[in-house]
């Protein structure tokens, strides 16, 4: 056996230790249903033989967007449909999700070789972009909607997708990944262990002359925006990468190197981005401390965030926007006074404008009323439980910031609360205020 090899079998055997652990051990993950997860077979030119499987949820939109979603060494596209949250995602959000399994089963992706380093080169790029080719012919995706995710070796192949079609793809997220080419070793499924352990070091432009000049030698138009992830303790790909994708991503998309904003939308997490002179965020980056190599976790909200970023959950228009309706009382937010600081209520659902909520892309709830928009505010920047939720200008600050969970309750960046109907209240007029997460029904929310 070849070094390489040797070392990749080493990885693909951590991995499964690391999968037991967390109750994600491959033979254990649950099986799609076969009604669900839909094996396609001559999908177009396939020089690897991959494997392709389709979800689309019965709730599909029209026109839907696409995402593909890479599983990491000795994994498959079955697994990685079954262990992470992004098939839910797509039941809420309509989407469809392409997952592609490697060849031979449950190897690396090939992120090494000139092939697939290059557009149309060769090697697994060709055959996934087939698949997406497929998906847009035979289930009306939408060509200006395609998205790609993965995890490691994955994340990996998120990076090259990103650099040898950026003419294709709008957005990525990639979970403990390395930079683009930062895997070269002119051999197909190659393993780099200097890239590995965070040896590999370049400058911001260096990093991103590689995009530039070899994934798509002459490209000139649009780049995808960029989501990164990488915890602290990741022993299987350090976490130094992460800071080597930020440098190429950031230089590639133009903005500064320097984080344009800095928060911990959870315990333990920081998130830094990089936005342009808009002040849209180009890329984004999640350092976890004391994680390892085992992301995206199920059930933690990461993949609604992946979507999130991509815009995966906004609406045909570009904005995830509708009633925000409280599960248990079948009623809508409402802002029932144009005066800013009026606390929220519960009202019997009208399709008014004021129950007319608006996700943007900085994670506010906007509201249009007689008296202009307003943002969802917990009043006063209060943390405590019981503080009012009130209408109140927009102003960018982590009060005004919600996080949308996979339990469907709704928390507030700066206090880590739910959104919550007083009192169990089923009644018009019933209040809304900020509570500790209970779990209970009257902290769960639907939008749309």
């Known amino acids: 056996m070849s070094r390489s090899r040797s070392l990749a079998s080493r990885l693909l055997g951590i991995v499964a230790v690391l999968g037991l652990a967390l109750g994600l051990h491959l033979q254990a993950a649950p099986r799609a249903a076969a009604a669900s997860l839909v094996q396609i077979t001559n999908f177009g030119a396939n020089p690897t033989g991959l494997l392709m499987h389709v979800y689309a949820p019965d709730s599909v939109r029209p026109d839907p967007p696409i995402l593909l979603a890479l599983h990491g060494c000795q994994g498959t596209g079955p697994y990685m449909h079954s262990s992470t949250d992004f098939a839910s995602q797509a039941d809420t959000y309509g989407f469809l999700v392409i997952y592609p399994s490697t060849s031979p089963s449950g190897s690396c992706w090939d992120v090494s070789s ?5 557009r149309n080169g060769g090697s ?24 790609v995710t993965g995890q490691s070796s994955g994340a990996m192949m998120t990076n090259v997708m990103l650099a040898d079609y950026p003419d294709v793809f709008k957005a990525g ?10 895997f070269a070793t002119g051999t197909v499924r190659g393993w780099n262990s200097a890239c ?19 994934g798509y030698p ?50 333990n997490w920081t998130r830094t981005r990089y936005g342009n002179s808009a002040g849209t965020p180009q890329v984004e980056a999640y350092s976890l401390a004391g994680t390892g190599h085992q992301l995206p976790v199920k059930g933690a909200g990461m993949a609604a965030e992946a979507v999130h970023f991509m815009g995966l959950d906004a609406g045909p228009s570009g ?15 409402t802002d029932t006074n144009t005066t800013p600081g009026t606390q929220q209520q519960i009202h019997t659902c009208n399709g008014g404008a004021n129950q007319t909520w608006t996700r943007t892309a900085s994670n506010q709830l906007t509201v249009n009323t007689g008296g202009g928009t307003r943002c969802l505010d917990a009043s006063a920047k209060g943390t405590t439980n019981g503080t009012k939720v009130i209408a109140w200008p927009c102003n960018g600050q982590p009060n005004q910031q919600w996080k949308f969970n996979p339990n ?21 007029g019933t209040p809304v205020q900020l509570w500790s997460c209970s779990g209970g029904t009257n902290q769960r929310w639907t939008m749309g």
């Open 196 to 214: 590995a352990q965070g040896q590999v070091s370049k400058t911001p432009q260096q990093w991103g002359g590689l995009v530039r000049n070899t």
């Open 408 to 428: 469907g309750t709704v928390t507030g960046a700066q206090s880590g609360l739910c959104l919550d109907v007083a009192g169990l209240g089923t009644t018009d």
């Open 319 to 333: 904005g995830t926007t509708g009633a925000l309706r409280a599960v248990a009382a079948g009623k809508c937010l």
């Open 173 to 182: 997220a990639a979970f403990m990944g390395v930079p683009y080419h930062c």
């Open 114 to 118: 000139d092939q697939a380093l290059t």
């Open 218 to 267: 002459g490209y000139n138009g649009p780049r995808p925006r960029v989501q990164l992830w990488h915890g602290t303790a990741d022993s299987i790909l350090s976490h130094d990468n992460l800071g080597e994708e930020i440098k190429q991503w950031a230089d590639v998309l133009g903005v500064s190197q320097t984080p344009s904003s800095t928060d911990t939308p959870a315990a």
């Open 124 to 147: 697994d790029p060709v055959g996934l972009m087939s698949m997406i080719t497929y998906a847009e012919r035979h289930y009306g995706g939408n060509p200006d909607a395609v998205y």
